[in-house]
């Protein structure tokens, strides 16, 4: 069942590209045209920076300043985004790694308030998971938290003493397996905007991030500054729409069309072997 769910969405976002916007936000997100709607997926940062420098890392990590989310600026954006959605149906809490965060369990719990119905995940690379004190399980059963696993090669021995932790504390885990890393930026911009988001869409992907007030379209407009800084490059910094004032179909719309980092993002994407280590910049480019 799960897997024609997945087919149906899948083929969802393929139509949906080829949809005047005002009628594709609607098939993406499965939900009848209202004032307040609902939004399929919802990530956010608790920290940029990370515990790991994963190479090709699409939210910039190892360039990543040491930040850390401030829970009352959360609490007013997911206060905001009840009143314009009346569902999201997927909150992935994330980073650079979660855990570095001292108050994350706070998140998870102003997430779980404003969205009782959505299906909250805490995205992290384990390195600290055995390490969470009793509160931090606790948290997790009380808000229903679904701890995604993602399983690089230094964690995969570690895995079986992790999924047995997670049964003991009676909390759920999914186990997502990375080998592999995706370079995908062309520098100069030269990729065809309209179809690189088309590709982007119609693949699965669908990944819009909150950030202090405001929602992007993906990782690489909302963090371009990291990648600016470290490259010298111009990759295009995208302002994202502001929720104080924006309504849940105006996001919608948003997220249905192209924004000009588009042209930096090329679907003949080049893999390689996941690594760990100082930022190589190659590691990010075609």
């Not at 179809?195 to 379209?217: D, Q, T």
Request: aromatic residues 10%.
């Amino acid at each position: 069942m799960r897997s024609l769910i997945l087919l149906a969405a899948k083929l969802a976002n393929h139509v949906s590209t080829r949809l005047p916007p005002s009628l594709g936000r609607w098939l993406r997100n499965r939900s009848w045209p209202s004032r307040r709607p609902v939004l399929r997926y919802l990530e956010f940062h608790l920290t940029d920076h990370c515990n790991m420098n994963c190479g090709g890392c699409t939210h910039f990590a190892p360039m990543a300043d040491r930040w850390f989310a401030n829970a009352d600026r959360i609490a007013a954006d997911f206060a905001r985004l009840k009143e314009l959605f009346r569902n999201i149906r997927e909150i992935r809490v994330m980073g650079g790694e979660p855990l570095l965060h001292p108050d994350c369990v706070a998140f998870l719990r102003i997430v779980r308030a404003a969205f009782p119905k959505c299906r909250l995940a805490l995205v992290t690379n384990g390195l600290l998971l055995a390490k969470q004190p009793a509160s931090f399980w606790e948290a997790c059963r009380e808000t229903r938290t679904l701890v995604s696993l993602s399983v690089y090669p230094p964690v995969k021995p570690q895995v079986q003493a992790l999924s047995d932790l997670c049964r003991n504390e009676d909390v759920p885990l999914q186990c997502v397996e990375s080998d592999t890393f995706i370079a995908r930026c062309e520098p100069n911009g030269t990729v065809d905007a309209r179809k690189a988001f088309r590709y982007c869409r119609g693949s699965w992907f669908f990944c819009p991030i909150l950030r202090e007030g405001r929602i992007y379209n993906c990782a690489m407009g909302c963090y371009a500054a990291y990648w600016n800084r470290a490259a010298s490059a111009k990759l295009p910094e995208e302002e994202g729409i502001a929720l104080d004032s924006a309504t849940g179909p105006s996001i919608l719309e948003y997220l249905m069309r192209p924004v000009p980092v588009c042209a930096y993002c090329s679907p003949s994407a080049r893999a390689f072997a996941w690594r760990n280590g100082a930022p190589k910049l190659e590691d990010w480019l075609l």
